[in-house]
């Protein structure tokens, strides 16, 4: 997985950057000619770790996600001269995006809007990014009506013309991408287009230190609350104390428990963007396990054990014959593998099998 990191100047986005992926990159300088800042997070899973006391492996691999941290964009960039492709390359390679907010008072880091409203930069962004996508979007309908005048291909010309005409109607009406079904007809012709608003986002609301998070920072935006999961604009939120969980990130693993504890933070906020990168891409977590290594894997919510084969290696979804399939929960419950076998847990799936959270897998195949 590969998550962008955007935003507006001054609102914490390296700073959140520094957080996740435990960097120590300077903030408040950034420079879009630099390029991106590139990390990596570690998915932390209490159950791989059990799993590794257990098994006692040579390797213990967790999951990790890709964060990509761009230059903060402008109001009116994606009208004026387009977002710089520089920016737009990175951003379209990502697979979900995190929009961080900002809700903290401080006079040595002037807003570009001179006052602090997040529910005005959401919308800001938002509307930054519809207008990059029909930019995109209105640029091809153009050249596929020439084509089609020229009858240069015309019958797949029109077929995509009318995909992309639809997408072009949302884009008018201020209504983003995600949320539309295509076929898969569709999905291909238009996958080469990378659409942002097409994308999971994740809203990252950045609090000054002891602030706490009121509905009415967001006031004129629909909140919900489905799954322990708080919506905005039907995406999920997270709020953080940006310079505070910086600090908090620094520190060694061994002191950060009895930090938190102090300052009274339930769970750091990089755990709590990774669950939430998990819930916006739906994504869930299997295992492989052994003498060798025991690893984290991570696969599409509904991918079929072939799928999911296929994220450890590609032979092993094209050889793929059978999985050999228990939970970590009942592993855990009953005390080891024969156990599990002995009250009937243990099971043999085959190609139809829907791969579950926690499940763990042992693959079979033949190439």
């Given at each position: 997985m590969e998550i962008g990191i955007i935003g507006l100047?001054?609102?914490?986005?390296?700073?959140?950057?520094?957080?996740?992926?435990?960097?120590?990159?300077?903030?408040?300088?950034f420079s879009a000619s630099a390029g991106p800042n590139l990390g990596v997070a570690t998915v932390p899973d209490a159950r791989l770790a059990w799993l590794s006391d257990f098994f006692k492996p040579k390797k213990t691999t967790y999951a990790t996600i890709n964060f990509v941290d761009v230059a903060g964009l402008m109001e009116g960039a994606a009208k004026k001269d387009g977002f710089s492709a520089q920016v737009l390359g990175h951003l379209r390679a990502v697979d979900a995006l995190v929009h961080v907010v900002r809700a903290f008072p401080d006079p040595a880091v002037p807003h570009p809007a001179e006052t602090i409203d997040p529910a005005r930069d959401i919308r800001t962004v938002d509307a930054e990014l519809l207008l990059g996508d029909m930019a995109v979007a209105e640029a091809r309908v153009a050249r596929l009506r020439e084509d089609i005048a020229k009858h240069r291909n015309r019958a797949q010309?029109?077929?995509?013309?009318?995909?992309?005409?639809?997408i072009l109607a949302r884009l008018e009406a201020e209504q983003p991408i995600r949320g539309l079904e295509f076929t898969e007809d569709a999905q291909r012709m238009i996958k080469g287009y990378t659409f942002l608003t097409a994308k999971p986002m994740i809203y990252a609301l950045n609090l000054g230190e002891g602030q706490a998070f009121t509905p009415e920072m967001l006031a004129g935006l629909p909140l919900e609350e489905r799954d322990g999961v708080t919506l905005v604009n039907g995406h999920p939120l997270i709020a953080f104390q940006g310079k505070l969980e910086e600090e908090i990130a620094q520190l060694p693993a061994e002191d950060v428990s009895e930090f938190l504890e102090a300052m009274g933070i339930e769970e750091p906020a990089a755990h709590r963007l990774i669950r939430l990168c998990y819930y916006a891409l739906d994504v869930i977590a299997f295992f492989t396990v052994g003498e060798d290594e025991c690893r984290a894997w991570t696969t599409k919510r509904g991918d079929t054990a072939p799928a999911a084969a296929g994220r450890i290696h590609s032979d092993l979804e094209r050889g793929f014959i059978r999985a050999e399939v228990f939970r970590y929960d009942d592993l855990r419950r009953l005390g080891s593998i024969q156990a599990v076998k002995e009250a009937g847990l243990f099971r043999v799936e085959g190609k139809t099998?829907?791969?579950?959270?926690?499940?763990?897998?042992?693959?079979r195949f033949n190439v």
């Open positions: 100047p001054g609102v914490g986005k390296t700073t959140l950057f520094n957080i996740v992926t435990r960097n120590c990159v300077k903030t408040g300088s010309a029109e077929k995509e013309l009318a995909v992309l005409e639809r099998h829907l791969v579950e959270d926690g499940e763990i897998l042992n693959i």
